[in-house]
Nanobody
Framework: QVQVAESGGGLVQPGGSLRLSCVAS????????VGWYRQAPGKQRELVAHITRGGNTNYADSVKGRFTISRDNAKNTVYLQMNSLQPEDTAVYYC??????????WGQGTQVTVSS
């Protein structure tokens, strides 16, 4: 059963950058699709970026051109590089790994706060 854990969050000034990591503890991680989601206080959880097992990516309009999702299957890790961060990017960021007909898992989340 897959388990994932996020890390890399923190406090950053507007315009700054962070790189989040999602590490999965599962064999055949390369067969999983992975999404980064975020949830701000009082708001619904939303998809930020997604990468398929084949490496195809897609992004929410609000982060296109600023965020980049990538994966390193040898390290069982998916990254979210976040540049030009703005206060509206403040949220808890979650990783979700999915494999059809097998299941999925959410991590505990990592807090990202963008503030001066």
């Amino acid at each position: 059963q897959v388990q994932v854990a996020e890390s890399g969050g923190g406090l950053v000034q507007p315009g700054g950058s962070l790189r989040l990591s999602c590490v999965a503890s599962v064999i055949l991680f390369r067969l999983y699709d992975v999404g980064w989601y975020r949830q701000a206080p009082g708001k619904q959880r939303e998809l930020v970026a997604h990468i398929t097992r084949g490496g195809n990516t897609n992004y929410a309009d609000s982060v296109k051109g600023r965020f980049t999702i990538s994966r390193d299957n040898a390290k069982n890790t998916v990254y979210l590089q976040m540049n030009s961060l703005q206060p509206e990017d403040t949220a808890v960021y979650y990783c979700n790994a999915v494999r059809s007909a097998v299941g999925n898992a959410w991590g505990q989340g990592t807090q990202v706060t963008v503030s001066s």
